[in-house]
């Protein structure tokens, strides 16, 4: 079993990419081998600045150790410092169909009205993550629900290159998808996902948020005036409530069921200051590591140097695979 997920670097984490993805890695390196990287060749597809993306890479790193990523038992690295990852995603872009990216749903979003405007990177993203996972034989994606797509693409390229070419080179991964935080929506529209690019700050709780802010993020909430039900069938025409409920569950390691047990019949004056409460709880000791951690920001590159140094040597067997099967060899 390895796990190989990825995190783009630029914006604030916030509590999805939290409790859909990191914490569950920080679970997971204790059990298997992870490879958790910062997706720096993602986030040029659209325009960065230059000045700011090497701070940017260094903050997010410093913020998955914060969240509990050791880097002494998971190999924590960033994309551009392997080059494995665009060396392969460009024999895998030969292998993808223009007709599969153009069903990507992330793209269509992201691209909206300005399709002829956007760059081909934006395009061939996908493509890129197939290389990521599919680089590192990856059998476990821990992913949120959003990167599904993305992930049955992977395999659908790995089948096709291991068909064509008439090898069985890649590893066909699975998606790992959290039960209660798949998808932890805006807490200002049950309809739309938590999101670093949602104009509106106070839909999101940021993993830097102060505890007043987080606080009033919560208390400020979408929600309706009925109390909480039951059982979870109650919550299925109540999007908020059920973001609400969930958050509570994923951040308490609790099974949803049984916050409603808990809950059921209080209304959400009585619900959120428990759940403030328990965001509070959650965020401060990282806050704190994070400030520590960018004390010093030359341990963090280091950090950054040796996991590339060590999934670059992970990488190369399956490159030079890869290369082997398309008949231009380079040797190992
Ligand atoms: P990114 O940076 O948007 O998000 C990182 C991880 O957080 C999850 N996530 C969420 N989970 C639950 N609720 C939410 N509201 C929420 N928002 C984000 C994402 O699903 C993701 O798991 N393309 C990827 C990065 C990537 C990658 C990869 C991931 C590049 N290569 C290879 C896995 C494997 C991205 O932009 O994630």
Redesign the pocket.
């Given at each position: 079993m390895r796990v190989?997920?990825?995190?783009?670097?630029?914006?604030n984490?916030?509590?999805?990419?939290?409790?859909?993805?990191?914490k569950r890695w920080a679970e997971m390196q204790h059990e298997t081998e992870c490879l958790i990287?910062l997706?720096d060749l993602?986030a040029i597809t659209v325009y960065n600045d230059p000045a700011q993306l090497a701070a940017t890479i260094r903050e997010a790193a410093a913020t998955l150790i914060a969240c509990g990523i050791d880097p002494e038992k998971a190999i924590l690295f960033n994309?551009a410092r392997v080059p494995a990852h665009a060396e392969l995603a460009w024999l895998l872009n030969c292998t993808a169909r223009v007709g599969w990216l153009n069903r990507m749903t992330?793209f269509k979003e992201k691209s909206g009205k300005n399709r002829e405007g956007v760059s081909v990177g934006l395009y061939a993203?996908?493509v890129?993550?197939?290389a990521?996972?599919l680089l590192y034989q990856?059998t476990h994606?821990?992913?949120?629900?959003?990167?599904?797509q993305?992930?049955e693409l992977?395999r659908d390229i790995a089948t096709k290159f291991n068909a064509d070419y008439g090898v069985e080179l890649f590893t066909l991964?699975e998606p790992l998808?959290?039960d209660t935080?798949?998808?932890?929506?805006?807490l200002r529209d049950g309809a739309a996902?938590?999101?670093?690019s949602d104009p509106s700050d106070m839909s999101?709780i940021n993993l830097t948020d102060d505890s007043d802010t987080i606080a009033q993020k919560v208390r400020k909430a979408k929600t309706d005036p009925e109390p909480l039900p039951e059982t979870l069938e109650g919550l299925d025409s109540r999007p908020e409530a059920k973001n609400l409920v969930g958050i509570y569950a994923a951040l308490a390691g609790r099974e949803t069921q049984e916050v409603l047990s808990e809950f059921a019949g209080q209304g959400f004056g009585a619900f959120k200051p428990a759940l403030a409460e328990l965001a509070i709880e959650a965020l401060r000791p990282i806050r704190a590591r994070l400030g520590e951690l960018m004390a010093h920001p030359d341990e963090i590159d280091r950090i950054l140097e040796r996991g590339s140094g060590q999934a670059a040597m992970l990488a190369r067997p399956t490159l030079a695979a890869a290369y082997q099967a398309l008949g231009l060899p380079i040797g190992r």
């Open positions: 190989v997920s990825g995190i783009q670097p630029t914006g984490p916030h509590l999805g990419n939290y409790l859909g993805a990191i990287f997706a993602h994309q992330q993203y996908p890129l993550q197939a990521d996972v990856a994606v821990p992913i949120g629900e959003d990167q599904k993305h992930l992977a991964p998808i959290g935080a798949a998808r932890i929506m805006s996902k938590m999101s670093k999101r």
